[in-house]
């Protein structure tokens, strides 16, 4: 079973840094695709960051120059460093790890983590 945890969120004021972790349980970890998303009130869910198995990044808009995904396999641990927090950045994070099948997708999820941007 595939589990996620994520941990580093706090609370930070606007132009502060905050670096989120989550560590994955599970045997394939290398193989996963990997990605943060994150939910705040009134908006829909957003995947911000992803880094594929085979180490390629892509990222929203709103944390592009921002925000760097990186992973680490023999840790099975992925990391999200956000700099130059802004307070739209409030919200809570998730981790998210899709490990694929031949014909089908599981997407694993942590429990989340708060970030808080605020002066």
């Known amino acids: 079973q595939v589990q996620l945890v994520e941990s580093g969120g706090g609370s930070v004021q606007p132009g502060g840094s905050l670096t989120l972790s989550c560590v994955v349980s599970g045997s394939s970890f290398s193989a996963y695709d990997m990605g943060w998303w994150r939910h705040n009130l009134g908006n829909p869910r957003e995947r911000i960051a992803q880094?594929?198995?085979?180490?390629?990044?892509n990222y929203a808009d709103s944390a592009k120059d921002r925000f760097t995904i990186s992973r680490d396999n023999a840790k099975k641990m992925v990391y999200l460093q956000m700099t130059n927090l802004k307070p739209e950045d409030t919200a809570d994070y998730y981790c998210n790890a899709d490990e694929h099948f031949s014909s089908y997708i599981l997407h694993h999820w942590g429990q989340g983590t708060q970030v808080t941007v605020s002066s």
């Open positions: 880094i594929t198995a085979g180490g390629d990044t």
